[in-house]
């Protein structure tokens, strides 16, 4: 297998991307996070790529991309063509993680979600979390001999594959990750905490790939140089950094902007679907009304002055 050409993303024109998962309809959130990418874009004489993470092959539908591409030209977001599609791109997943297997950063898990459950209750209320509130995994695995993997593989059981944090770590400078001002443009430096997340999944059992793998390696295939998404996902961005460390990818600039809430005053989520830009555009919702609100809230750049479009 040939391996994937990463550009650097030192002294070029600058690229951006929005990439939504295909799982359930968009909300307000996405419409804000695509249209501040494309205003920066626009402010960097920059390009612009969507990217569908359709890596689910449950949860991940063809009505939804349609949907994706239809609110885009509803809020008349201007992106490149052709869209890349992860599920199309496995094999180059694949490799990132053999380059880590090689070197022995990764391990089996065969445990199911019950069983993690009951090997953490065993162990006590004071049981850490990750930054999203998930308890981190107790290694239950970790410590299994070839053998005892030979005999569960010779089973058929099939593993996911974690990250070995603690290796990673050890075999990895110090690492820090770059925030830019969107107005200013001025960059911040932020020092890393990867081992928060713990032994995180890189390959799940139902595809060869995962959220945090796939990620990285798309951004540096695709050689985007700033990533603009939500606070919700400035966390995994200690994650990225140690993939991108381990498997030698350039490292982009980051802005992770406010998140718009719903009524309720919690973070908007696809699974409500009462949320939905859809259902806000069926009961008249227009892009007008819609970044005016966005002014109001504060959520745009330089939001004084701007103007939305008629």
């Known amino acids: 297998m040939s391996q994937p050409i990463y550009p650097s993303t030192e002294n070029r024109q600058a690229v951006l991307r929005f990439a939504p998962s295909p799982n359930g309809p968009l909300h307000r959130g996405h419409a804000l996070s695509v249209w501040l990418n494309a205003e920066i874009a626009r402010k960097l004489n920059g390009r612009l790529l969507l990217r569908i993470e359709d890596i689910d092959p449950v949860r991940s539908r063809p009505e939804y991309i349609a949907a994706i591409e239809d609110a885009l030209d509803w809020l008349g977001v201007r992106y490149e063509r052709p869209v890349r599609r992860q599920s199309q791109f496995m094999a180059e997943y694949v490799h990132a993680f053999e380059t880590l297997k090689t070197r022995g950063l990764v391990y089996p898990c065969f445990c199911t979600r019950t069983e993690i459950d009951a090997a953490i209750q065993k162990k006590g209320t004071d049981w850490p979390s990750d930054p999203d509130g998930s308890p981190l995994y107790p290694q239950t695995c970790r410590a299994l001999s070839d053998a005892d993997i030979g005999a569960r593989l ?20 110090p690492l820090t990750w770059t925030s830019f ?17 713990g032994d995180v999944v890189l390959v799940r059992k139902d595809t060869p790939t995962s959220y945090h793998l796939s990620v990285v390696v798309d951004d540096a295939i695709q050689g985007i140089t700033h990533i603009v998404r939500g606070k919700d996902l400035e966390a995994a961005t200690d994650i990225h950094t140690l993939l991108q460390a381990l498997l030698g990818l350039p490292q982009p600039l980051y802005w992770h902007h406010r998140l718009i809430n719903g009524p309720d005053g919690k973070k908007l989520a696809k699974s409500r679907a009462s949320d939905s ?9 227009t892009r007008a009304a819609l970044l005016e609100d966005f002014r109001r ?13 008629a």
């Open 154 to 173: 010779t089973k058929g059981d099939q593993p996911q594959w974690r990250l070995d944090h603690a290796k990673a770590i050890a075999v990895t400078a």
């Open 297 to 309: 809230a504060g959520v745009l750049m330089d939001a004084e002055n701007s103007q939305p479009e």
């Open 277 to 285: 830009l859809a259902v806000e555009r069926e009961a008249g919702l």
């Open 181 to 197: 001002d969107p107005e200013t443009l001025a960059a911040t430096t932020h020092q890393a905490q990867p081992e928060r997340w």
